[in-house]
Structure formats: C-alpha cells, structure tokens
C-alpha cells in the first residue's frame, strides 16, 4: 500500500460536510457543547468558504415563514409541501423546520448578509416564502459564522479532506474514515454521534451537458452522494429514494428561468408557438388533487412541458425576443426604450451571474442576444437534493412535542432528526421526506441537528469502542485505486486505457448511460418500466464488481474514485425504490409506463429502503404517511 | 416613513396614497400560487416613488416596490418591481 501517514481524531460530536446544513449544526452544537464542556470537529471535503450547493451565490432566500409578523403559519407551509409533493411528506418534519427557519433567516442578517428591506424594515418577498438577498457572498457569511462559532468553543475543522465510510460500533454510530485531497494522510474520526451533511447528489444520471459540456450541471458537481453512501453504509432506513428532482432551466447551461418570465414576461411555448401550461390545463384533472392547487406542483409543470415534446412538438422555446421587443414598444419612443432594455437586460444577466455563472458564458459564447431570438429551455436530467424540490434522504426521527397518538409510534425515537442508527444525525439533502427546505430551512436543520446531538452525547457520554484491525483494513480498501494504479499502469503505453482497470470518469460514464437509458433519463424522455430497472440493477451489480478495479493516478483521481462509488450506491437505492413503488406519482420527474397512473389506495405511503450490512442484502419497507395537520380543504388551496 | 397600519382585512385602499388598489395575481409560475391579491399599481404613490432611491442606496439595485396586501390572510408588504409597468398585466380587475 502507498505511503499515508494515519490522523486519528478524537471528539464528542462530528459535522461531516460544511455546507448549509453543516454550518447550522456547526453554530448550533458550538453553543451547546461549550456549555457541556464537549468538543465539535466539523469536516468538509472542500474549503467551508465557498462549497457546497451555495457556492456561487444565491438571490434569494426561499424559505422563510414569517411566523413572528403573522404573515404565515406552520400550517400553511406544510400544505405547501404537502402539495408540491403530491402528498406524501413527513408533516412532522416540515413543520419541525418551518417553526424554526425564521431564527436562522435573522441569523444571516445578524452576520451580515444583505436582505432587501423597504424603508419601514420588511422583507422585500420575491413571493410568499422568498425574500430578496444580495447573496453573492452568502455562503462565505454563512461559513464564517460557523468557523467563529467552532473556534469560540474550542472545536476545530478540517478542510479539503474526504469522507468514505462510517465507522460503526453494533448499531451505534462511532466515527468515520477519510483522506486528504492534498496529502497523504489517512484520517480516522472517532466520536460519540455523528451528523450527516454531505448534501445530494449529481451526475448519476448521464447530464444533458455532455463532451465538451462535461461539468456544467444544474446542482453542484462537488455533491456526489456522500450523504446516501455514509447513510446506507451504515445500515440506516432510507426514505423517498424515488423522488428526484429534475428543474426545468434554459438548456445545457441550467440558467434560472424565472427573472424571465418575471422581467420580460416571457412565455414559454413549443415550436408551434402553442403554449402548453394553457392548452394542456385538463391534464391536471388526471393527478386531482394535486393537480388543482396553486402553485402548481413542479413536478406537474414539467409534465406538461414534457407532453409536448413526446408529441414532437419540441424544443420548448422561452419567448424572449417577442417579450422584449413588447416592452420596448410600450416604452414610447426608440430612446425611452433602448433605456429600459438596457436596464432589464442587466437584470436579466444579473440573474445569472449571481447564481449561474456557465449560463452567462455560454450565451456569450454562442452570440445569444435574448432581444433577437428565443432560447430552449429544457427538463434538465435527474438530481438528488432532499432540501430542494426532491425529497430522497435518511428516515429520520421527528422531535417528540409535535406528534400525536397516532404518529408518535412511526416518527419517533429518541432524538430529533437522528437517523434509525443511533447517534448518527441527518440534515439538509442527507435527510428525506422533507422538501422545500432550501438554503435556510438546511440551515435550520442543521441547528436542530447541533443541538439534538448534543443532547446524545450528553445522555450517552461514552466513546464507542472501535475495531482497529477493522478500521485498517477499510483505510486499506479506500486507498487501492492507488495501489491498483501503481501495479498496472505500466502495462500498456497509454495509463488511461488498461485491461487491469477502470478510471473513474470512464466509470461515471458508464453509470450514467445505465442511469439514462433504463431507470428514466432525459433520452428515455423520463419513462421506465419493470424489465428496464430489472436490467438496470443486473448492469449496476457488474458495475459494483468493477468498482474494485477501480484506479488513480494520483489524490484528485482518488476523490474521484470514490465520489463514483459513493454515486453508484445512490443510483442503487434510487432504482430499487422506483421499482419497489408501483405507480406514477410524481409524472414529470419520472413515469413508470407499466403503472402510469397514481394509485392512492396502495400508494399513499413511504416507499423506505434499507441496505443490511453485513448481509450485504437489501430491504423495502413500507411505511405509512400519517398526518399531522388535516388535509387542506380544496378552496383553501387554489386560494380566493 | 412613518409604520402604516392596514385597516382591516378586505380593505382594497392603498395606506400611503389613499388610492385603490387593483386586484393582482403573479403569473402561473411565480411563487405567489396564483392567488388574487390587491396591489397599489399607482405610479404617483409616495411607497413607490421613494422605493426606487431607498433600494439604490441601501442595496445598490435598480428596483423599488409596490405595495401588496393579501386578504385572504391580512398580510402585506413589499412587491419588488423592476420597471414601472412590471407586473401590471398581472392585474385582473
Ligand atoms: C442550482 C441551485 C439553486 C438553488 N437556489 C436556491 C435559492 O435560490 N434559494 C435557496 O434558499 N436555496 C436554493 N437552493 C437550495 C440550497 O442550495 C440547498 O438546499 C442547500 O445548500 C442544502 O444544504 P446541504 O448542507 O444539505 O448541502 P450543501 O450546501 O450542498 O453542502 C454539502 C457539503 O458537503 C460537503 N461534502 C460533500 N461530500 C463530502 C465528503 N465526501 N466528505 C466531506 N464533505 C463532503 C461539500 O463540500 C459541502 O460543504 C439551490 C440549490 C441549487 C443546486
Ligand atoms: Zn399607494
């Protein structure tokens, strides 16, 4: 084995991921283990500045409430959710986060992060849950404050090391292993609960940016299924691994569309020209009663769109150029109107280079001048974000004084938001069931995490025991690619092409032309069926066999590697889930054609999956949804 | 500016210039779900015209607000507007 020098840490609760959820935890446990005389190591595999899904920057906070001004209640978020979903949430947790999502939101602003005002000091909302941030610097205030927090307390945090698996005492959480990105060194982390905060995943399903595109993705290419890989590893209940998200967005750059339907009112219509959140508004009838609400699902938005190009009535094109030539019309004479484009085009462009900076470019780079011609917007291809609009992520406990007799049984054990493995935490994209958390409800999350798990330590105040042979073995195994590359590569001239081995990007590939073509990707226009997921699971189990001969040139392959493995198990308990749910319940995100209709009387439920170790076998569980809140009534719904 | 107060639910008159509003809804997409609202469309309204100077200079953007109350709830606030006729085809009245 390749020279590494072994790290071992030792501490009471350990953060893995530095992201939203991650520096929430991180504020949060601070406080609370400073109190406890406990100590908090927070691990990222990045730079904590500027990583995760927020990286770039954001323009707007998308949740926040308003419960202190009376603008919302918790109720009425979580029928929000509960919609957009099509029904199948965990109340208990939405709500859980939405009482507390406000504090966060104050939080940001306390550490210094713009949130537009008017003159009286109210939010300026984008709508009814989103407020108006100059948010380039967001995750860099964000992560601030929670290394301040760490330091405060005699915590510590590394960066730029990679977490692989977890370390486990029988059923309890004992710690986790990983490797720096820049040295050699091996760290092992031991502690007495862990939280989960590695976000969701991307490039598991073969992207619409391809080649020369390679990179460019709607979610961020650094979130590669960590969170799901560490979870199952460690044997927990995993939730809604069936729910990905797929945005609609300008296409292959993954621009936001929404300033242009807002700045331009620009419409989005098919080749034709017709316009088919109008033409097909009776196919909302078939998904009653989600299909009546307003806001529309987002999900049953893009099956509309998605209709038209199964007819052949595609590319969808965003009206820009007619919609701008409009406003310059009513602007009165040609100097009046050359002003206002000017100004709404900077806008416009504003929009994405604060949040999407490759949709910028590539507009430059094709000589796209939104004035003079349409653009395509498309459905992207299928991410894995839990906090987002998706919902895939660990089963987690709900806290206990917001239950009823009725859930208490199935949503509760011990700790709130901690997975079925004892001491082990989840927040943000790492726990499922419930969506629409976005950057402050993560955040939030990730607080109720901190302090919950400290709470465990404090209650279990003893170092799980581990298994040293054990543990050197699995450092052993995460670094063989290394080993593998060593050994080989000197048998063919060219070190990228080796009967001996496989690298990791021709590996990715491959898992996502499995991914695309049979478990319902964009050239599969999102359909599937029982013969294509059974032939997805036979090809994902020759794809696991050579995960072993896996190789790397160097660290940065390494993390490679290991980031594809981490994605293959997130395809796994993704296409088991949709095999295991028999129904179509979320049309526009995928459709199962042998059961292409919803199927409430069977179907209204959680379809859970569970990775024995060990066993090596996996488990589907069904589990009830049970409500918390009663069901909106329908006029409450559509509102007026 | 001093606070404002609504006056009560149902209330369609704007609090800063004494107009009435027009019954509004945000686009099919938009995050406000498509429900009616009342908004003060007024371009001569004090809330308004004096928004376009407090944003530039307290976040640096060229957009200011309209008034917006919701009656279904009671709730109000800021609309952010970028241009003196956005959202006006939102209206519905
Ligand atoms: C394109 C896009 C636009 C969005 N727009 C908005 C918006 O306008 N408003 C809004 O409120 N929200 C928005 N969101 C949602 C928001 O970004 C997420 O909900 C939030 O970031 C999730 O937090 P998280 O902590 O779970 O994941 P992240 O913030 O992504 O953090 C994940 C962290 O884990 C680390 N990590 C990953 N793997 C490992 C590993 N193996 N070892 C160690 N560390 C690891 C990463 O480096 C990172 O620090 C958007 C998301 C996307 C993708
Ligand atoms: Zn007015």
């Not at chain 1, 590394?158 to 091996?186: H, M, Q």
């Not at chain 2, 997409?29 to 004090?46: I, K, L, M, R, T």
Request: glycine letters at 8%.
């Amino acid at each position: 084995m390749a020279k590494f020098e072994k790290v071992e840490v030792t501490t009471d609760l350990l953060i893995l991921g530095g992201g939203m959820a991650a520096c929430g935890a991180a504020v949060e446990a601070a406080y609370w283990a400073k109190k406890n005389g406990l100590k908090v190591t927070l691990v990222d595999k990045a730079a904590m500045d500027r990583s995760g899904a927020v990286a770039m920057g954001l323009s707007a906070i998308n949740q926040y409430v308003g419960l202190h001004e009376g603008k919302n209640t918790v109720k009425d978020y979580v029928d929000y959710v509960r919609m957009d979903l099509m029904g199948i949430i965990r109340e208990d947790l939405v709500a859980n986060i939405a009482r507390h999502v406000d504090s966060t939101v104050h939080l940001f602003e306390k550490w210094g992060l713009p949130i537009w005002k008017d003159a009286e000091g109210r939010y300026v909302h984008e709508g009814r849950w989103q407020l108006m941030i100059n948010g380039e610097s967001y995750k860099v205030i964000v992560a601030e404050a929670a290394k301040n927090a760490l330091q405060e307390a005699g915590g510590e945090y590394f960066e730029r090391v990679f977490i692989t698996e977890p370390i486990l005492d029988g059923d309890r959480i004992a710690g986790a292993i990983g490797f720096s990105t820049r040295e050699n060194k091996a760290y092992v982390f031991r502690a007495k609960s862990v939280i989960v905060a590695m976000g969701g995943a991307v490039h598991v399903f073969k992207p619409r940016s391809t080649g020369e595109g390679l990179g460019r993705a709607w979610y961020p290419p650094w979130n590669s299924g960590s969170s799901a890989y560490f979870t199952l590893r460690a044997g927990a209940e995993m939730t809604s691994q069936e729910v990905r998200f797929i945005p609609v967005r300008f296409k292959d750059a993954y621009g936001p569309v929404g300033a242009w339907f807002l700045l331009f009112k620009s419409a989005a219509t098919n080749a034709m020209g017709g316009n088919y959140m109008i033409e097909r508004k009776d196919e909302l009838e078939s998904w009653k009663p989600y299909g009546l609400v307003k806001p529309i699902p987002a999900n049953l938005r893009n099956w509309l769109g998605m209709l038209d190009v199964m007819e052949g009535k595609g590319p969808i094109f965003m009206r820009t150029a007619e919609a701008i030539q409009k406003i310059a019309a009513d602007a009165g004479d040609e100097k009046a109107a050359k002003k206002k484009l000017k100004e709404l085009e900077a806008e416009a462009w504003e929009d994405f280079l604060d949040m999407t900076i490759s949709q910028a470019i590539l507009w430059a780079a094709n000589n796209v001048e939104p004035e003079k011609r349409s653009s395509e917007i498309a459905a992207a291809e299928p991410y894995f974000i839990g906090s987002h609009s998706g919902a895939s992520g660990a089963w987690i406990s709900g806290p206990e004084d917001l239950q009823n007799g009725q859930t208490k049984n199935d949503y509760f054990w011990g700790y709130s938001h901690m997975s079925t493995v004892k001491g082990m935490f989840c927040a943000g994209d790492a726990s499922g069931a419930s969506s629409h958390k976005f950057s402050s409800g993560s955040h939030a999350e990730g607080r109720i995490c901190g302090k919950a798990a400290v709470k465990f330590v404090v209650e279990n105040n003893t170092l799980p025991s581990m298994d040293t042979a054990a543990v050197d073995k699995m450092i052993e195994a995460q670094f063989k690619p290394l080993d593998v590359f060593a050994e080989f590569s000197g048998k063919t001239t060219d070190p990228e092409i080796n009967p001996h081995y496989i690298k990791p990007k021709m590996f990715m590939f491959r898992l996502q032309k499995i991914m695309d073509e049979y478990v319902g990707g964009v050239s599969a226009q999102f359909a599937t069926n029982k013969a294509c997921l059974d032939r997805a699971l036979e090809l994902l189990a020759f794809l696991k066999e050579d995960s072993a001969n896996l190789a790397a040139a160097d660290l940065h392959e390494l993390l490679r590697c290991w980031e594809n493995v981490q994605r293959l198990w997130q395809a796994e308990a993704h296409t088991r889930t949709i095999l295991f749910r028999e129904e179509t319940r979320w049309p526009g995100y995928y459709r199962r054609t042998d059961f292409p209709t919803m199927d409430e009387a069977n179907w209204h439920c959680f379809a859970n999956c569970r990775w024995i170790p060990g066993k090596n076998e996996w488990e589907m569980i069904k589990r009830p949804m049970l409500h918390l809140y009663p069901k909106a009534q329908e006029h409450e719904l559509v509102g007026g | 500016m001093a606070e404002k107060k609504f006056s009560g639910a149902g209330d369609d008159v704007c609090p800063y210039c004494g107009k009435k509003m027009r019954r509004w809804v945000g686009s099919l997409e938009s995050a406000w779900g498509f429900v009616p609202q009342f908004v003060c469309f007024n371009d001569e309204c004090a809330y308004y015209i004096e928004g376009w100077e407090w944003m530039r200079s307290q976040f640096k953007q060229n957009v200011s607000y309209r008034y917006r109350f919701n009656p279904d709830n009671g709730e109000s606030g800021p609309l952010p507007v970028w241009s003196g006729d956005a959202l006006k085809d939102g209206i519905v009245d």
